[in-house]
């Protein structure tokens, strides 16, 4: 092997070799620009248990023995990066569960959820992420968090461009579900989708799968939110592509994988944390589902 003697060499190509050198594809998404609750979204139901802040750049969610509520997107999107700061109801929430995820319009839909399940007092959130495709999903992965979502804002996001949906909190990924058409997977690309939030009332499944139930003394339940974070190819509903598909900052090279040290961080998160993955399911799958090994799920 040739060794190049750095010192005998012109500075700028010295920084140049330098920063070569420390180029690796898989980087973290674009920092999350925070916006008022307005510029993106809107409440879509019970208008009344939503709480504006600051002007709108908090926003309380607010569930009741009477409803819950929610919101939506103003537009709908084919691919892009998609980020909420939400601090989870806190004390006893069993019962209660905190969506943020994007749907699109039709019966064979494509979903990407995340879903944070309460529990008794001092017993962990549990977050549940789930990929639908044509309609199909039955891909749910559970985990419980490293630290207490009621305590401090944290950050919830998705990226997602032709080659992956990468699930994060605060960076770190914890789910990324590859582009498997080659092997008989369908893959979200042709749906616009928009982007939910809600707060509700599940405690027919959501907390030791409905043993625990909603406790309404201790009601209002509020979730929190901020940031509010949109950056994705605008589309109409109808749309089968986005126009500057190729074009932007998550199409490029280093976006299409994680890199070494993210797929550390996801095994790290995969090892300590999952308390159920449907990949090693095997009374729900025998086999396991093609994009399991393509995910290393297995």
């Not at 990066?81 to 969506?99: E, L, Q, R, Y």
């Not at 339940?221 to 598909?245: L, W």
């Not at 799958?285 to 399991?292: G, S, Y």
């Amino acid at each position: 092997m040739r060794v190049i003697k750095m010192g005998r060499l012109p500075l700028t190509f010295c920084l140049t070799f330098l920063l070569m050198a420390t180029v690796t594809f898989g980087v973290p998404p674009k920092k999350s620009i925070d916006v008022p609750f307005g510029r993106n979204y809107f409440p879509t139901w019970a208008f009344d248990h939503i709480k504006y802040l600051n002007g709108g750049s908090e926003v309380h969610l607010v569930l009741d023995k009477h409803t819950g509520t929610g919101f939506q997107s103003k537009g709908s999107y084919l691919f892009g990066h998609f980020s909420m700061h939400i601090k989870m109801v806190p004390g006893d929430s069993a019962g209660t569960v905190t969506a943020f995820y994007l749907s699109s319009q039709n019966s064979e839909h494509d979903e990407i959820d995340f879903e944070f399940l309460g529990n008794r007092t001092g017993q962990p959130y549990i977050l549940q992420t789930n990929v639908f495709t044509g309609g199909k999903g039955n891909r749910e992965q559970r985990i419980n968090l490293w630290f207490d979502p009621s305590k401090n804002y944290h950050s919830y996001s998705v990226l997602w461009n032709m080659h992956q949906i990468v699930f994060f909190v605060d960076d770190v990924p914890i789910r990324v579900f590859k582009n498997s058409k080659d092997i008989g997977v369908k893959f979200p690309f042709n749906q616009p989708m928009k982007i939910y939030s809600s707060l509700w009332n599940a405690d027919d499944w959501a907390t030791r799968g409905g043993l625990e139930k909603t406790n309404w003394a201790k009601a209002p339940f509020v979730a929190s939110y901020r940031g509010f974070h949109i950056d994705g190819c605008e589309a109409s509903v109808s749309a089968k592509f986005c126009e500057t598909q190729g074009k932007r900052w998550w199409d490029k090279k280093e976006f299409q994988d994680l890199d070494a040290k993210q797929y550390k961080r996801l095994k790290w998160v995969r090892k300590r944390y999952t308390i159920y993955n449907y990949c090693t399911d095997r009374v729900r799958f025998p086999k396991p589902p093609p994009e399991c090994r393509r995910d290393r799920d297995i």
